[in-house]
């Protein structure tokens, strides 16, 4: 069994919906990331959270330590949004990775 | 400068070849880890250095990668005898505190695509 488990692992919607990409894991650690991969691109941060929420625009992200489970958040999605969004946990100083969610979202 | 920078960005080898892929961190960042990432799946842990120290090299595939980073800054990860299970895209990842604590984050580089044919 996978360390950190993302779903779904493939979202497409439309223009506007509001979406939701859960990570869940299995071991103790010191903070969560979630990131974005743009095809072709490098890797960016999006937020590292060790607990509650935090809010960047339209993103947001919330963990629940006791249920080691982590949820990212887009309102009102455009197109731009179209990337791999990769939730990874921090334990000691290495990065656990889940597989990533693919999300296209369509005009 | 302003950010992590990788290269080369694209990297074609013939099986066998030996290939070295260089990473500049930002200036002044402490810690430099190495990922290896295949297609569809998310970056594996390579090799972590704390300045010119390598700390942890559990995650290399073989006694083929090796990577160093000698002044504590620019480091590069050579692969030898490169095999086709070798192609991904390997990601490097810099940050400023040593044993990054949980307030600091990562800033990544956008990746050397490595393909053996």
């Known amino acids: 069994k996978n360390e950190v488990e993302q779903s779904p692992q493939n979202l497409t919607a439309q223009e506007g919906e509001f979406i939701t990409i859960n990570c869940s894991y299995s071991?103790?650690?010191?903070?969560l990331h979630w990131l974005q991969q743009h095809p072709g691109g490098g890797i960016v941060s999006l937020f590292m959270?060790?607990?509650?929420?935090k809010k960047h625009g339209r993103l947001i992200a919330t963990i629940n330590i006791q249920e080691k489970h982590s949820s990212l958040h887009i309102t009102a999605s455009h197109p731009r949004d179209s990337a791999v969004y990769i939730c990874?946990?921090?334990?000691?100083?290495?990065?656990?990775w889940g597989a990533g969610t693919k999300l296209i979202i369509k005009p | 400068g302003a950010g992590v920078s990788q290269s080369p960005r694209y990297k074609v080898a013939k099986r066998g070849q030996d290939v070295a892929l260089r990473c500049d961190p930002i200036?002044?960042?402490?810690?430099l880890f190495w990922y290896q990432q295949a297609l569809g799946q998310g970056p594996e842990f390579l090799t972590y250095?704390?300045?010119?120290?390598?700390?942890?090299k559990s995650g290399l595939p073989s006694d083929r990668f090796f990577a160093e980073r000698p002044e504590g800054s620019v480091s590069t990860l050579k692969i030898q005898r490169t095999q086709q299970e070798d192609s991904a895209v390997y990601l490097c990842?810099?940050?400023?505190?040593?044993?990054?604590?949980?307030?600091?984050?990562?800033?990544f580089g956008s990746g050397t695509r490595l393909t053996v044919v």
């Open positions: 990842a810099s940050s400023l505190a040593p044993r990054p604590l949980k307030t600091e984050g990562y800033t």
């Open positions: 200036s002044g960042h402490v810690s």
């Open positions: 250095f704390q300045n010119e120290a390598q700390l942890d």
């Open positions: 071991v103790g650690i010191s903070a």
């Open positions: 959270l060790s607990s509650g929420k």
């Open positions: 990874a946990v921090k334990r000691n100083y290495q990065l656990i």
